[in-house]
């Protein structure tokens, strides 16, 4: 066994559990065993569980991407300072004050990318257990924790006449128009919603000068690229798989949209929305997530110096009127 393949060998054993464990419990209250729709259910059950135990990884994500729309202006500030400096002690004068800003705002350009990180092992392990699906059932094998039987009735199972182990450009068995219409229509719904929750990020939960920051003109370049990455290797992906992935874009751009809605970027066009919101509601304004700590700590020492002061402050004596003799 290759390398890639011992690392993916415990990912591929949780989801297939997983999925049998799902699939074993719609089966228990009824759904046929055999049916392409049980064990699509059991891959949306496994969308669930990833997503719901990144929910912690997500939380902070949205902190650290506001962290880092947040230090724009002083990492603008700084890269003017060095600019047309290429010097070795520039440099490393400058990288130590970068990291000087990540450190003071809490944050760094890799958390934003945390969970596409650590969902991408299960990804991987997804596609090796389903395209690997018909040579096990040919070998009379199991994959992962599938038993051979579940491994011949996951590749007999169909949806609308397509096998979820059949992909467009390898085909798989089954009603090869099926499975042409309903890979393209997956892709198309997995590039999609991909694309929408991006864009709506950038449309309404970004600040101006986040959207001005070089930083946003290479996210803007992903905004393309990646849905075009995912289409032009959705080709390759098993139907399940493509099932999986449309289902967790459906998670993020759920997620987002109660983000933006509920904790927007502070400076963001969600953020003046939902201050208006709660200002024709008669309500306060609520302390945004992400918001600089600094700042918040310097305002509460600025609070309580003022408030020592008002305290100590010298009272001026009062002149008592005298009787006169």
Not at 94 to 115: D, I, R, V, W
Request: hydrophobic letters at 50%; proline letters at 6%; glycine letters at 8%.
């Amino acid at each position: 066994m290759d390398i890639f393949g011992t690392i993916l060998a415990p990912f591929k054993w949780l989801v297939s559990a997983i999925m049998v464990g799902f699939h074993d419990g719609l089966s228990a209250i009824g759904m046929p065993a055999a049916s392409g729709w049980t064990w699509t259910l059991a891959i949306i059950g496994l969308v669930l569980v990833i997503r719901a135990a990144l929910i912690p990884v997500f939380v902070k994500q949205i902190k650290a991407q506001r962290g880092m729309q947040l230090l724009q202006p002083d990492l603008k500030k700084m890269q003017d300072k060095y600019k047309g400096k290429t010097d070795q002690l520039s440099r490393q004068a400058m990288a130590q004050e970068q990291m000087a800003l990540y450190k003071k705002h809490g944050t760094n350009p890799f958390s934003a990318c945390l969970p596409m990180l650590i969902q991408m092992p299960f990804f991987f392990a997804l596609f090796q257990v389903l395209s690997g699906i018909s040579s096990a059932k040919a070998g009379g094998q199991g994959i992962g924790a599938m038993s051979p039987e579940q491994v011949k009735q996951f590749d007999e199972s169909t949806i609308f006449g397509a096998p979820l182990s059949a992909s467009l450009l390898h085909g798989g068995g089954g009603n090869q128009m099926s499975v042409w219409i309903l890979s393209i229509v997956m892709i198309l719904a997995m590039t999609a919603s991909q694309f929408i929750t991006q864009k709506q990020i950038m449309a309404k939960n970004m600040s101006e000068e986040a959207l001005a920051s070089p930083f946003m003109r290479q996210q803007k370049m992903m905004l393309y690229i990646l849905p075009v990455v995912f289409g032009v290797g959705g080709i390759n992906f098993p139907i399940g798989v493509l099932i999986y992935w449309t289902t967790t874009n459906l998670w993020t751009m759920g997620q987002q949209f109660f983000v933006i809605r509920r904790m927007p970027t502070p400076g963001s066009p969600a953020a003046k929305a939902l201050a208006e919101r709660r200002a024709a509601k008669g309500l306060p304004a609520l302390p945004l997530l992400g918001g600089k700590k600094v700042d918040a700590d310097a305002e509460a020492e600025a609070s309580a110096a003022a408030a020592v002061e008002a305290k100590t402050q010298r009272v001026q004596p009062q002149r008592k009127n005298r009787k006169r003799k």
